[in-house]
């Protein structure tokens, strides 16, 4: 006797969408990582930068380190402004960053409505990346709902809160970028970046170059490439 064709079987049927589900979000999974360059950095971060997810940055160099990493993930970007800056991004400098300004959008809304609008932002599926000024570090509860709209969206999301390494936040890495005054050899912008938290493990510190020409992040010196263990506390602030 033949078996049941398989439609009338829905037991099977949810076992096996149950798995193809499982297969596609493993394999989304292990996509999800945006390479910056340098192979030790993305070793660091687990195989690149979680996307989508919520990261921070902050620092003299956050603006432009957040116009990079948005740069590299293509598309229409979102940068929501504070209320206390004066004047928007310089145009040329977004393109040196790897940002056409025709992708770009400015949103500049009420100070307390800040992360409202980078929620609404990073879920609305339209955006690729959106970075945020922050006058206040969101706290865990906020920044675990900018997460998850992150994830739903499928954006990146880069929120430049005050510069401090003490509040909790579900976000996936906390960077402090300092621009370095001197000249790099290569004539390119160079930043210290000091990884502060990381949900991949170790904790680190890089000088790197922002080569324009192909929007991607070089070492600036190899040599003063520190990693340590990152400290229980800190990894789950």
């Known amino acids: ?11 099977i049927v949810a076992l096996l969408k149950r798995q193809l589900e499982q297969t596609l979000a493993k394999s989304k ?28 940055v902050m620092g003299s160099g ?21 209320r206390e800056r004066v004047r928007r991004p310089y145009p ?21 409505d800040a992360l409202w609008a980078l929620e609404q932002a990073l879920k609305s599926g339209v955006l690729r990346a959106v970075i945020a000024e ?3 570090a969101p706290d865990f509860t906020e920044s ?17 809160p005050p510069d401090s390494d003490h ?13 370095i005054p001197r000249n790099s050899p290569s004539g390119f ?20 170059d922002w080569h324009g020409p192909s929007h991607r992040f070089h070492l600036a010196s190899p040599s003063r490439d520190r990693s340590h263990p990152a400290p229980r506390a800190r990894m789950a602030g």
Not at 69 to 76: E, F, H, N, T, Y
Not at 144 to 160: I, K, N, S
């Open 1 to 11: 006797m033949l078996d049941a064709p398989l439609h009338n079987r829905p037991e």
């Open 29 to 56: 999974g292990a996509e999800a990582r945006l390479s910056l360059g340098p192979p030790t950095i993305d070793r660091t971060l687990g195989g690149g930068l979680a996307l989508p997810g919520l990261h921070e």
């Open 62 to 82: 956050a603006p432009a380190i957040a116009a990079m990493l948005a740069s590299q993930v293509g598309g229409a970007t979102a940068w929501i402004l504070g």
């Open 92 to 112: 040329c400098g977004i393109e040196i960053a790897g940002i056409s300004p025709k992708n770009l959008l400015f949103i500049t809304p009420h100070r307390r």
């Open 134 to 136: 922050a006058a206040t």
């Open 144 to 160: 675990r709902r900018l997460q998850l709209a992150a994830v739903a969206g499928g954006a990146l999301g880069l929120l430049l």
């Open 167 to 179: 509040h909790s936040s579900a976000a996936e890495t906390r960077w402090r970028a300092t621009a």
């Open 189 to 208: 912008p160079q930043y210290r970046l000091e990884l502060l938290k990381n949900k991949q493990g170790s904790l680190t510190c890089w000088e790197v």
